[in-house]
């Protein structure tokens, strides 16, 4: 079955430290490869995405992302965190043919960012 | 351009009633999909469409019913509500398989 896990239902980082919020997938072929960021009250805002390439990818407010076939993760990485980085944190995996281009989610990761 | 619109907001419902959500993208999107969100389960994937008249079942498809008469709108139908329907529900659309998701604001849906 495809599937999606973030290990950690919470990460906790001081600003200014670097911040790592952790994704595996499973999946048959190659995947695309997402992660979203959702603040309260508000839906999912897209940060970044692997399609192909180069294995780290660069996206939105700062955020990167490493893409690991042989570990089959795909972890959320940023230098320096920001206390406005706190928020709800996903990963997803689209699948390929003949399944309507799916989005398959993990279950979230809280980051809080504490002055 | 809009985006992705969804109405309502907020609905609190009794059980047993019945209700259409609406989602409408206007950037001529192909791919949409309805999913609700519950606290520690992540996105659950409900509904999605391919395209205008094309409908299949995601991961909990019981107790909802969707429709794809055009491009633009994907109506979500709760047939009969249940307090297990008590979620924030979540339409989103796509240009391609390997672009990004966009989605609308969520309607938080209460059923007693």
């Known amino acids: 079955a495809q599937s999606v896990a973030q290990p950690e239902d919470q990460v906790n980082v001081a600003e200014g430290n670097p911040l790592t919020v952790k994704c595996t997938y499973s999946?048959?072929?190659?995947?695309?490869l997402f992660w979203y960021v959702q603040y309260p009250n508000r839906g999912l805002q897209f940060l970044l995405k692997?399609?192909?390439?180069?294995?780290l990818v660069k996206g939105s407010y700062g955020f990167e992302a490493e893409f690991n076939k042989s570990q089959t993760s795909f972890h959320l990485k940023k230098p320096s965190a920001l206390v406005s980085d706190s928020a709800l944190y996903f990963c997803?995996?689209?699948?390929?043919?003949?399944?309507?281009?799916?989005?398959?989610f993990g279950q979230g990761t809280e980051l809080s960012v504490k002055p | 351009n809009a985006g992705v619109t969804q109405t309502p907001k907020f609905q609190v419902l009794k059980t047993g009633q019945s209700m259409t959500l609406q989602c409408a993208q206007d950037m001529n999107h192909e791919y949409m999909s309805w999913y609700r969100q519950d606290p520690g389960m992540g996105l659950r994937l409900i509904h999605y469409s391919v395209g205008a008249g094309i409908t299949d079942q995601g991961e909990v498809p019981n107790g909802y019913n969707v429709s794809r008469s055009t491009t633009e709108d994907f109506p979500l139908r709760l047939l009969s509500a249940a307090p297990s329907q008590t979620s924030v529900y979540f339409c989103?659309?796509?240009?391609?398989?390997?672009?990004?998701?966009?989605f609308g604001q969520g309607t938080r849906l209460t059923v007693v």
């Open positions: 997803a995996v689209r699948v390929r043919y003949n399944q309507g281009g799916k989005l398959i």
């Open positions: 692997y399609i192909t390439g180069d294995n």
């Open positions: 999946v048959s072929g190659n995947p695309y």
């Open positions: 989103a659309s796509s240009h391609r398989v390997n672009t990004e998701a966009f």
